[in-house]
């Protein structure tokens, strides 16, 4: 079982910046491959980006060059450096865990809503 709680979210103005933070409870952490997504009203939930325990990434393309996850497994923690927000940007922001082998272990925290406005 994985425990996810997100923080840092918050209102910006377009071409600002955030940092998201998740903390992960709960046993080997390094197993899992951890991520970022985003909702928004109206819309399903889509992928914003991912990163393996070895580091390797994947970022959606609408995000890429703006937004770096990064993640420390001695923490715990995962987090999504977000820069030249635009309002597109904004939706909820979800942490998932996936476990590298055992896909249906895969949890999700509470979210944390990020709005990029004027």
């Known amino acids: 079982q994985v425990q996810l709680v997100e923080s840092g979210g918050g209102l910006v103005q377009p071409g600002g910046s955030l940092r998201l933070s998740c903390a992960a409870s709960?046993?080997?952490?390094?197993?899992?491959?951890m991520g970022w997504y985003c909702q928004a009203p109206g819309k399903q939930r889509e992928l914003v980006a991912t990163?393996?325990?070895?580091?390797?990434?994947n970022y959606a393309n609408s995000v890429k060059g703006r937004f770096t996850i990064s993640r420390d497994n001695a923490k715990k923690m995962v987090y999504l450096q977000m820069n030249s927000l635009k309002p597109e940007d904004t939706a909820g922001y979800y942490c998932?865990?996936?476990?590298?082998?055992?896909?249906?272990?895969?949890?999700w925290g509470q979210g944390t809503q990020v709005t990029v406005s004027p």
């Open positions: 709960g046993r080997d952490f390094s197993l899992y491959v």
């Open positions: 990163m393996t325990a070895g580091g390797t990434t």
């Open positions: 998932n865990a996936v476990h590298r082998t055992l896909p249906s272990m895969n949890y």
